[in-house]
């Protein structure tokens, strides 16, 4: 049985996925139109990390798993509330902008500075887990430059498979072209697994796991410290894609012909 | 079943304002004073705890009081009301179902010069209906906002996304909540991954799950109502969240009460909320006895009304959202309290319709619960029906909420007969203190099709439009609005755009996997039986559609208005309790 792991997730917050975003310029350049009203979630990326470090600690015991996060305090708090039925986990929050506008290298500094402060973390088992791809326009390279900051240098991006073998070496399937995935033997932590969707469902909801996560999850939110991210990478504009939106009720089309309308259509 | 079980001190049903004012109100006072620091957790069947919908115009008077210092700018989309008018809304198309006497009302107002954009503003404003100095907010928003604080405290915790299936009922006393199955199929068996839902076991259970929330519907069939109460005034609230064209001159905090159109008995709103941004919406209620009655049809026609429609031409929909009132109000007040168990807010009969207004009252009753239960807790007294009735019922009672509601209670009972008598008992009872009002009717069963329009369309032609509807997979309310002479929407897909769209645009709806369906038909045959099918034309997301041998349902669209519920006049649908639903925040 190999030793236990610290899996340390990088995870940002970003917009519910059904929400009409809204780029519009502010004093410190683009942000979104009503940030702190939309409802917003884990990034899903970064989500499937957490269950899949989740998954992993529960194989291996002693493991543990902590959750890094940078938004506004109140944001954080809302998806916490939700997320924290669903795994356990340590929260370590800081209190910064959320929308995606904003220099991804501050942002991997200020999160890396806030896993090398935490307390009983042991940097020779650690696994930084995070989204491979972000829907926070960020790309998934936030979590490579926290990796660099942090001195690891085994990197692997667009996981789906982590195995644990019992000489302690991990097995990883990075995703390649036509489907297929590269397969990397690792000898071992420290390592950054980006990951792509895995292969977990997402956990129901389970009132005493967010029960027990609320012990530490309410203290690390009031001890949230403000990062200021100003400066660094400068937006000069933003905008939405262009989207064209026409609707007509079409009854009993048989599914050939919605294919061959759709194919049209993008022949155009 | 083996189901696994956690104990706390309180467990709450439904997060609104109710169990915000509870909650807000419990958690400064924890740790208590003697260092014990009781556990209380709330379950929130929606997946936020920002998607409730309210048309919120607000005294604000309860909210005040808990906070002393408020600041509407604090609290996203909230603003002090500024101006506020209430208009009659005359008929510009000419198909609204006016009585004679209405429409030589209308002609005279014409005549007379004292109309502008198709409206007679009333020169004054009832007492029992003025807002001045409250608030206009997004009860979305104000959810929010509530819920951070309270959660901040860490003297709470509130779970969104938990539906809670029932109450945990031991003879008479309610030991707690039952959360509802994960892992099921639509029909509600076990799959691979099925987790049966917790026990949440408490010495007292609130509920504030809203006027149609599953568990305080178990509670009144397992208790009944008290004699001499009935719940049978209900209404649908539908609204679009706007965001005001350029060059749109109205101000935040700018109120707008309306009847009249685009039906006599139809009440619609418009409050404008800071940057730009308008709530509108109307409530369909149930003394409209239209077999096809619909909300978002109406809504429609409500915006494009001129003296609305002057001020959103050009404007784009945000949001969109309808919910179900409990318009019963005092005198469709449940039991309040028993062992183990009180209930708070709208399911506890705490809306006023003479004043418009349920957002203050509901949370006033949870700040009533949570000085009751703190009372109790310093005397350390259990929570029995005796000690529930002797703090929290008499806080209720002896309160401003208790005495208008007292005024209201029979305030709406002259609409049984028709709107212009329905306007008059409303004005008698309000200007009375609720001693005198006009009778209503008893109760009755709602015309069918054929004879709520005897007179206006022959009954082949009606069997003609049914026939297109169940042929063509069309609505039979368009169909028959269409033939009452109201126009075709002239959709722009900005703000006037077809049901679905706003469902998707506006209400983002959606609804988790793992959950059994919430709503289903006790009976077959009597769905077979029902030939005015009323659940499918006033769903409000045409989420019910007709089928056989009972309408399909797709929760998908459903937004858990529960409209469903009060229109099937045979008790036929089953409403439980289930995930998922709007995911607006701003409604």
């Not at chain 2, 006497?101 to 009333?122: M, W």
């Not at chain 2, 959660?151 to 309610?174: H, K, R, S, Y």
Request: hydrophobic share 40%; charged share 20%; net charge negative.
């Amino acid at each position: 049985m190999t030793e236990p792991f610290h899996i340390v997730v990088c995870a940002g917050v970003a917009p519910d996925p059904l929400q009409t975003l809204e780029p519009v310029m502010g004093p410190q350049g683009p942000t979104l139109k009503n940030e702190l009203m939309l409802p917003a979630v884990l990034d899903p990326w970064a989500a499937h990390a957490l269950y899949e470090a989740n998954h992993l600690a529960k194989s291996i015991p002693g493991s543990r798993v902590w959750l890094v996060s940078m938004a506004p305090k109140p944001k954080l708090q809302q998806v916490l509330m939700t997320m924290a039925q669903k795994v356990s986990f340590e929260l370590v929050a800081l209190d910064g902008p959320a929308s995606g506008f904003v220099d991804y290298a501050q942002v991997a500094y200020a999160l890396a500075e806030a896993i090398e402060g935490i307390e009983g973390l042991n940097r020779s088992r650690l696994l930084l887990f995070g989204g491979w791809e972000s829907a926070g326009r960020a790309a998934g390279v936030t979590l490579a430059m926290v990796g660099e900051r942090l001195g690891i240098t085994e990197q692997f991006q667009a996981v789906d498979v982590l195995k644990i073998g019992d000489d302690g070496l991990l097995e990883i399937h990075e995703r390649a072209e036509g489907g297929k995935h590269q397969v990397t033997l690792c000898g071992g932590p420290p390592a950054v697994l980006g990951w792509a969707t895995g292969n977990l469902p997402e956990p129901p909801n389970s009132p005493q796991t967010g029960m027990a996560n609320m012990r530490t999850l309410m203290p690390a939110l009031q001890k949230a410290k403000p990062v200021p991210v100003n400066g660094g990478l400068q937006f000069t504009s933003a905008s939405l894609p262009r989207q064209q939106r026409s609707t007509r009720v079409v009854k009993d089309a048989s599914a050939e012909e919605v294919a061959a309308e759709i194919a049209a259509w993008i022949r155009g | 079943m083996e189901r696994e079980r956690v104990d706390v001190d309180v467990v709450c049903v439904g997060f609104g304002p109710a169990t915000g004012g509870f909650l807000t109100t419990i958690s400064r006072e924890i740790p208590l004073n003697d260092g014990t620091f009781p556990q209380v957790i709330c379950y929130e069947r929606a997946d936020d705890l920002a998607f409730g919908v309210s048309g919120v115009v607000t005294k604000g008077r309860g909210l005040r009081v808990s906070f002393p210092d408020l600041n509407p700018a604090e609290i996203p989309m909230a603003a002090p009301v500024a101006s506020e008018k209430v208009y009659y809304l005359l008929d510009p198309v000419g198909a609204s179902r006016r009585s004679a006497t209405l429409r030589a009302a209308d002609a005279a107002l014409r005549v007379s010069g004292s109309c502008k954009d198709e409206a007679f503003e009333l020169p004054y404003i009832p007492p029992f209906l003025e807002k001045h100095g409250g608030l206009v907010m997004s009860i979305g928003q104000f959810n929010q906002w509530v819920g951070q604080q309270v959660m901040m405290t860490g003297a709470a915790q509130v779970w969104p996304g938990t539906p809670v299936a029932e109450a945990l009922i031991d003879g008479d006393t309610v030991r707690g909540v039952q959360l509802a199955d994960q892992g099921v199929d639509l029909d509600g068996n076990p799959t691979s991954a099925f987790q049966p839902g917790m026990e949440i076991h408490a010495p007292l259970t609130v509920i504030g799950d809203g006027p149609v929330g599953p568990v305080g519907r178990q509670l009144d069939e397992h208790f009944g109502l008290p004699p001499g109460h009935e719940q049978r005034e209900w209404a649908v609230g539908m609204k679009m969240v706007v965001d005001l064209p350029e060059g749109c001159t109205l101000a935040p905090g700018t109120v707008f009460h309306t009847f009249g159109y685009p039906e006599p008995e139809i009440f619609g709103f418009l409050y404008v909320q800071p940057d730009s941004v308008a709530s509108v919406g109307i409530f369909i209620p149930s003394w409209l006895e239209n077999p096809v009655r619909t909300s978002y049809r109406y809504l429609q026609h409500y915006l494009l009304h001129p003296l609305v429609w002057k001020h959103l031409q050009g404007g784009r929909m945000r949001s969109w959202g309808a919910k179900t009132l409990n318009e019963s109000g005092r005198r469709g007040e449940p039991y309040l309290v028993g062992d183990g168990w009180a209930r708070i807010g709208e399911g506890s009969g705490s809306t006023n319709v003479l004043a418009g207004s349920g957002v203050d009252e509901a949370w006033t009753t949870g700040v009533q619960l949570g000085k009751a239960v703190l009372e109790l807790w310093r005397e350390g007294a259990p929570f029995t029906k005796e000690n529930l009735e002797r703090t929290y019922v008499t806080l209720r009672r002896n309160s401003w909420v208790e005495e208008e509601a007292r005024v209201a209670e029979y305030a709406r009972d002259g609409f049984h007969r028709g709107v212009v008598p329905g306007m008059l008992g409303m004005a008698l009872a309000g200007f009375s203190g609720g001693r005198l009002h006009l009778p209503g009717l008893p109760e009755h069963a709602m015309p069918t099709l054929e004879d709520f329009f005897s007179g206006r369309i022959p009954p082949e032609e009606l069997a003609a439009l049914k026939k297109q509807a169940e042929t063509h997979g069309e609505a039979l309310h368009d169909l028959v609005m269409n033939r009452c002479g109201w126009p075709e929407i002239p959709y722009d897909g900005q703000l006037l755009m077809s049901q679905q769209d706003a469902l998707l645009l506006g209400g983002k709806v959606q609804a988790a996997p793992g959950y059994a369906n919430h709503v289903r038909f006790r009976d077959d045959e009597v769905c077979g039986r029902c030939g005015a099918m009323t659940c499918v034309e006033i769903c409000s997301a045409q989420a019910l559609m007709p089928g056989k041998p009972t309408p399909s349902f797709d929760r998908e669209k459903c937004i858990h208005c529960g409209a469903c519920i009060w229109n099937c006049e045979f008790h036929n649908v089953d409403f439980r309790a289930g995930a998922g639903g709007l995911h607006s925040a701003e409604n």
